[in-house]
Structures are given as structure tokens and as C-alpha cells.
């Protein structure tokens, strides 16, 4: 289950649930019932109840929704002078006796439609002094729950002898909150949840953009921080009275979740285990480490230490990164050991073998990685180069200067090399870095990780690269787009679609990898074999691997298709085919021709022409690496000119499409989108550009005094 909060692990043993509904949940704004919600509500609830749970239901609602009915009664009723005069608020209780029977009658409806039974329960402050109504309760909720009622718990406000509603905060309890907690402890309930009309407890109002949900309340820590808006629109609770009564059922020993009644399926969530609310507990505080960094802390102790690294001299930045790159090959043995400890797991845990081929970090691999930091290091200085001088006017010199970007959010899977290829690009290009990698290289990437920022000096800060751990911290992260840049997913399809629609953040990466190969009937069928089986085995789990082999129908005569086809299966290659070439080589079909298989298997198809595999790899490719292998220039000319990818190739393997073969040094990735990098994304790509203007003492007014030239001044 993805986004599953290890501090909720007691959830698997819950079976007694008492689940609070507020009155902004059941109510619209106009005091109407909210049918919609209510339904879903009840839906889950069913779902809830078949699966063996026991659900009590504490439901506000009633007097808003009688003072709504009562308004209207007495509007109708009422002359056109009575409406001249003072109008008195109508008898809170009197609204609560109306509004009751409604909400029940609606209740009654919605639980008979799904086949449950539901019953009503009023009670008062009063009834909870008398231990023999505490036994009784207790009896009847037995017997109603063996037999899969679903008790619906209010305030009996109408005959309560407290002041009317929402004025009277004395007594054992004193809202539909307070009640929820007490008959949590009352009915020995495994998990209260309180259901409210935003995502649970933040730092401060809600719609102040600075406020943060609070996953994990721990007193010693947010009792001091948290800063309440104001309270809810209807009902006397508001957040106050939920945290009040959360804190007071967390403490007796019952876990409280405060979640919005407004989402989807949340109480089903909340049951599986996933990090939506605000979980209350009495042990949180062993969970939380001494000190949490969150989310914006973290990416704006990233943007601090990246001015500090661009305020540097080209010298040392340099230095920074040739200090890395020792350090990668001093730590070699610490680095191998963690690295081994995670393949195992992976292995053991069954992952597929194209990403185990990924985890793996050996001495040759750790001494490649070492060596490409060392050529980033002696590249020429990427920040503050003039790309255009212009002279606006005499005097007037305007320059067109490279920047770096600030801070970038890195999401990567399996691959730890990119942690290393990434931070030392982030290092050159002045940028700060976040990064969040998949949980089956956890120890690789927190062993990488402190030996890069261990190597990187006082006057610049260890935070210029921070290590996300928690995959929870994702969705906020995204959501700091006045202080993260540009976000850069590395990995499968669903991770960077997610991500691009998740985040107003400028999204970089490329979703798939499907890449292809064509043979054209003049290719030179010796090269074209090598390339081929190049393309397909040299790193079948490679983005740039050949996922797709296209073959001009002319070589299917000429025995070189099977010819290529037995070379493949010599190799271990496992063969699909497109509709031409399924049953013309009795293959099997592939199951879509858009399809990236990251191991050893291919497609296989037939094309009649250079315009037809075009089509196809248009139509079919993601715009990655494609490739032609043929001797009519005219034939590659239009292949090169019309692919629509970020790499094409003639006569040369797909994976040639790399960072470090490109002589970038390394990469953050392969970009297939339009924005202003595209292909393998080394330095440059992590760079943009800021104007400078020299002047000696020019002013505009309205252009009367300037004389312009704009004339292209040599770099």
C-alpha cells in the first residue's frame, strides 16, 4: 500500500470503531443535508460492518438542520408585518427536538437501502453519572453490535438540562467530540475517528498557505506551536473542542484520527493504514525523532546552502567535487557492504531481475562514478558565462548570463549511481538538492549521501543535499513551488505521471523509455546486426536499451530477419511480434506495441518503408532514442528529420544515448519533454538565465534622451 505510515501499525489489531461526524460533514453552507456525503458515509460504513468491524456512529447535525426546518416553518407562517419587526432566534432546543427526527429518518433511509439496520441513541451529561446506566449502555451496545446494528449516538439537546446548545461548555462532556472520546473509553472502542471538514490538525489556520498538516500529534512538541482559526461554521465544536477530546481518549489509552468527512473513501484509508490525517497517541512521542525536519525546512536549507555554493569561485566548487569523488573511492568497502545488504533484500524479496541489475554497485561501477565527477569537476565554469552582449545604447551594455536554478527535487527508483551522478552535476550548476529514492536502495543512498555531504565544507552546508526518506514526504514536497524549481522523476511510467499531476512545479523526465531500431533495406547487414544485438543485450534494463526492432519487409526475403531473429534468441532474448511479424515468424503477439519490457525481450515488426517505420515509432515510441541503420543517405536524412524524439541515430546503437557517452560528464536523466532540455540532461540543463545591465547613469524618460543602437557586441 503506497503512502502507509509505519507509526499506524496498530491498526491491524482495531475491531471496535467509533466514528464522529460533525455537522459541517452533514450539512451544506445553506443548513441543508448533505445527502451526497451522508451516502458515502454510510457506504463505507457498510463496507465496514461486512468486513467484521464494529461501528458505532456519533452524528452531529440535528439542531442545525432543525433551525433550518424551523425557519422555513416560520417564515410561511408569518404575516408581512411580523417579518417588519425584530426577528428572536428561534429555541435552540426546540430546533434540536425538529432537527433529531429528520436526521434519523435520513439515516434510516440511506443504512435500509445498503441492508443495514441502524438505531438511534440520545443521551444526555446527566445519564453518565448513574453507574447503572453505564452498565446498561454497555449491555445494549453488545447485544446491537453481535447483531451488526450500527449505533447512531447524539446529544439529546432537546431535554439536556445544560443552557442551550452551543452556550453550555460545562459538564462530563460538552460536545458531540467530547462525547465521541467519552464513549470510547465508556464502550472500550480500539480507534476513534473524528470526522472533520478539513484534512486533520495543522499548524495554524488552514487556509493559511504557511500552515502544515500535522501527521503525528506529540504534545511536548505541538502544543505550543499550533495557532487555531476559527472554529467550525455550524456546530459549537471547531478544531479546539477535536484536539481537546483526541488528547483526552490518546492518553487513556485510545487512538484518535482527525480526517476530513469530505474525501473519498477516508475512513477506509485511515483502516489501511495510509498517512491521511492526524494520528493521536499516547506513545507518538517514542516515534518521532528528537528533532523532525520538515518538508519546507528542508528544501529551504537546500536554497540557503545553494546561494553560498554560487557565491563561490569556479576554483572551488572544483575542489568540492574532486573532494567527493576521493571520497567515493576512500569509502569504497562501506559503500559496497550497504550496497550488498540492499541487492540481498531485493532479491529476497522477490523484485524483478532487471531491477536487481540496477541496484548493483561494484568496484568498477563505484571507480566509473568517481571518474565522471572528476570530469565534471575540469569542465569549464557553467554559472554566470555571457551567452549574448548586446549594446543598447552608447554606454548601455545589456548581457544574457547563464544562472543556476535553485533548488531541484530528484525522485528516483532502484538506480543509487544517480544519486551520485545527480548531486555532482547539482554541485557544478550551483543548485541546491533533493532527493528521494526508492526504498529498495535505502542503505546505498543513505551511505552515498553521507559521504557526499560529509565531503562538502562548512562555508556551503551538508543541507545543500537532503535525503528524503519517507515516500509520505513526497506529496508535500511538491507542493513548495515558491521554493523548489524544477522536479526531475526518474523512473517507471507511473511514478512521473503521477508526479506531473501532482505539482505546479516544472516537471522534467521522461515517462518511458521505448525505444527503437530500424533496419532499412539498404543498411549494411553486418552493422545492423551488431547494432541490434548491441541495442537489445548490452543493458536490457537501460531506458535506452531497443524495445522495439523494425525491419524493412525486403529482409524478410532476403533471410536476414531470421537471421537476426535466431541471433536474439541465441542471446537469451524472448521475441514478440507486431500484426506483420506475429504470424509470418510464429511469435507471439505483443500485448501493445507501446510497451517498454526493461529486461531481454523485444517486439519485433515488419514496415514496407523509411515512412512507415516513422509512423510507427511516432505513434508507438515516447519520444526517447530511435535509431536507423542504413547506407541511403536520403533515407536516414528523413528518418533524422522527421522522428519526433529527443535523440536520433543514424548507425549507431540506442545506448549511446547517455549523459556520460555524450561527454556530459553524467546525467540527471533523459528529458522527452519540450521545456528548455531536452535528451540526456547534464549541466546545462540545470541551468537558466538572468539578464545583467551596465549602464553609466541612463535613465528611460519615455525614451526622449536614449539613443538606441541594439548592436551584437563579440563575447
Not at 535506452?544 to 525491419?551: D, G
Request: glycine letters at 6%.
Amino acid at each position: 500500500m503506497e503512502n502507509t505510515d509505519p507509526c499506524r501499525h496498530f491498526l491491524k489489531d482495531v475491531k471496535r470503531i467509533i466514528i464522529k461526524v460533525g455537522t459541517a460533514v452533514v450539512t451544506r453552507q445553506d443548513g441543508r443535508l448533505a445527502v451526497g456525503k451522508l451516502g458515502a458515509l454510510c457506504e463505507q460504513i457498510k463496507e465496514l460492518n461486512s468486513l467484521g468491524y464494529e461501528i458505532i456512529l456519533v452524528s452531529s447535525g440535528a439542531v442545525g438542520l432543525g433551525r433550518q426546518r424551523l425557519r422555513y416553518r416560520k417564515l410561511i407562517n408569518s404575516s408581512f408585518a411580523d417579518l417588519q419587526k425584530p426577528q428572536v432566534e428561534l429555541d435552540g432546543k426546540a430546533c434540536a427536538a425538529v432537527g433529531q427526527n429528520s436526521l434519523m429518518a435520513l439515516y434510516d433511509v440511506l443504512f435500509s437501502q445498503l441492508d443495514v439496520t441502524s438505531a438511534q441513541l440520545l443521551v444526555t451529561d446527566n445519564d453518565f453519572r448513574d453507574k447503572d446506566f453505564r452498565m446498561q449502555l454497555s449491555e445494549t451496545m453488545k447485544s446491537l453490535l453481535a447483531l451488526k446494528v450500527i449505533p447512531i449516538f447524539n446529544e439529546n439537546d432537546a431535554v439536556s438540562t445544560r443552557k442551550a446548545p452551543y452556550e453550555d461548555s460545562s459538564g462530563i462532556f460538552w460536545d458531540n467530540d467530547s462525547l465521541s472520546a467519552l464513549l470510547a473509553l465508556e464502550l472500550k472502542a480500539d480507534l476513534l475517528i473524528l470526522l472533520s471538514d478539513v484534512e486533520g490538525l495543522y499548524s495554524g489556520p488552514p487556509s493559511d498557505p504557511r500552515s502544515k498538516l500535522i501527521h503525528t500529534y506529540i504534545k511536548e512538541k505541538h502544543q505550543s506551536e499550533i495557532t487555531f482559526g476559527d472554529k467550525s461554521r455550524v456546530g459549537r465544536g471547531g478544531m479546539t473542542a477535536k484536539v481537546k477530546a483526541s488528547i483526552h481518549a490518546a492518553e487513556a489509552g485510545i487512538p484518535v484520527i482527525i480526517t476530513s468527512g469530505y474525501a473519498a473513501e477516508n475512513i477506509i484509508k485511515v483502516l489501511q493504514g495510509q498517512r491521511i490525517g492526524t494520528l493521536f497517541h499516547k506513545d507518538a512521542h517514542k516515534w518521532a525523532p528528537v528533532k523532525e525536519v520538515d518538508a519546507r525546512e528542508m528544501a529551504v536549507a537546500a536554497r540557503d546552502c545553494s546561494r553560498r555554493l554560487q557565491a563561490l569561485s569556479s576554483e572551488e566548487r572544483k575542489q568540492i567535487l574532486l573532494k567527493i569523488a576521493d571520497a567515493l573511492e576512500a569509502h569504497q568497502n562501506e559503500i559496497r557492504i550497504e550496497n550488498e545488504a540492499d541487492v540481498a533484500d531485493a532479491k529476497e524479496a522477490g523484485y524483478e531481475k532487471s531491477l536487481v541489475a540496477r541496484l548493483v554497485l561494484k568496484n568498477e561501477k563505484l571507480a566509473s562514478l568517481a571518474n565522471n565527477i572528476r570530469i565534471i569537476a575540469n569542465m569549464e565554469d557553467p554559472i554566470g558565462r555571457v551567452l549574448k552582449r548586446t549594446e543598447l545604447a552608447e554606454g548601455l551594455i545589456l548581457e544574457k548570463t547563464s544562472s543556476s536554478l535553485g533548488v531541484l527535487l530528484i525522485v528516483f527508483e532502484s538506480r543509487p549511481d544517480a544519486l551520485v551522478q545527480i548531486a555532482s552535476l547539482a554541485i557544478r550548476s550551483g543548485n541546491g538538492l533533493l532527493l528521494k529514492g526508492g526504498k529498495e536502495a535505502k542503505r546505498s543512498n543513505a551511505i552515498l549521501h553521507k559521504v557526499i555531504t560529509e565531503a562538502i565544507p562548512d562555508i556551503v552546508g551538508s543541507k545543500l543535499i537532503g535525503l528524503v526518506t519517507s515516500r509520505a514526504e513526497i506529496p508535500e514536497l511538491l507542493k513548495l513551488d515558491d521554493v523548489i524549481d524544477l522536479v526531475i522523476p526518474r523512473g517507471s511510467n507511473k511514478l512521473v505521471t503521477q508526479i506531473k499531476s501532482s505539482t505546479k512545479i516544472p516537471v522534467l523526465g521522461h515517462a518511458d523509455g521505448i525505444c527503437h531500431v530500424y533496419v532499412d533495406k539498404s543498411a549494411d547487414l553486418e552493422m545492423a546486426r551488431r547494432i541490434v544485438l548491441d541495442a537489445k543485450i548490452d543493458y536490457p534494463a537501460g531506458c535506452n536499451a531497443m524495445e522495439t526492432l523494425l525491419v524493412h519487409k525486403d529482409l524478410v526475403e532476403k533471410g536476414w530477419l531470421n537471421s537476426i531473429i535466431i541471433d536474439l534468441r541465441t542471446e537469451g532474448v524472448t521475441l514478440y511480434g507486431g500484426p506483420k511479424a506475429s504470424p509470418l515468424l510464429n511469435i507471439p503477439m505483443a500485448r501493445m506495441l507501446h510497451h517498454e519490457y526493461n529486461s531481454l525481450a523485444c517486439t519485433v515488426e515488419i514496415v514496407d518503408d523509411v515512412y512507415a517505420a516513422i509512423d510507427h515509432i511516432n505513434l508507438y515510441g515516447s519520444a526517447h532514442t530511435d535509431s536507423v541503420v542504413a547506407e541511403d543517405h536520403e533515407v536516414a536524412n528523413v528518418f533524422l528529420r522527421q522522428v519526433d524524439s529527443a535523440a536520433v541515430f543514424h548507425n549507431a546503437s540506442t545506448r549511446f544515448s547517455d549523459g556520460a557517452r555524450f561527454g556530459l560528464g553524467a546525467e540527471v536523466g533523459i528529458s522527452t519533454s519540450r521545456i528548455h532540455a531536452r535528451g540526456p540532461v547534464g549541466v546545462d540543463g540545470l541551468l537558466t538565465t538572468r539578464w545583467i545591465l551596465k549602464g553609466s547613469g541612463q535613465i528611460v524618460d519615455g525614451d526622449k534622451a536614449v539613443n538606441y543602437t541594439h548592436r551584437d557586441l563579440s563575447i
